[in-house]
């Protein structure tokens, strides 16, 4: 662990609030499980019909 501490550390890519890890996936776009921690999207009925209508006029 010593060793560790002597090391240059390289800079972050974002100090925000995005800020990761180089090494790590974005979303779920990496493998193995899916991480099923997001929200649900919430669409009402109405909008669901609109969308479906939309799509099926394509």
């Known amino acids: 662990m010593e060793q560790d501490r002597d090391m240059p550390k390289e800079p ?7 800020g990761r890890p180089r090494d790590e996936t974005i ?3 990496g493998r193995g499980l899916p991480n099923d921690t997001g929200r649900p999207v919430e669409v009402d009925e109405a909008e ?3 969308i479906e209508k939309k799509i099926r006029e394509l």
Request: glycine content about 8%; charged content about 25%; aromatic content about 0%.
């Open 12 to 18: 972050p890519i974002s100090d925000g609030q995005s």
């Open 27 to 29: 979303a779920q776009t």
């Open 48 to 50: 669901a019909e609109r």
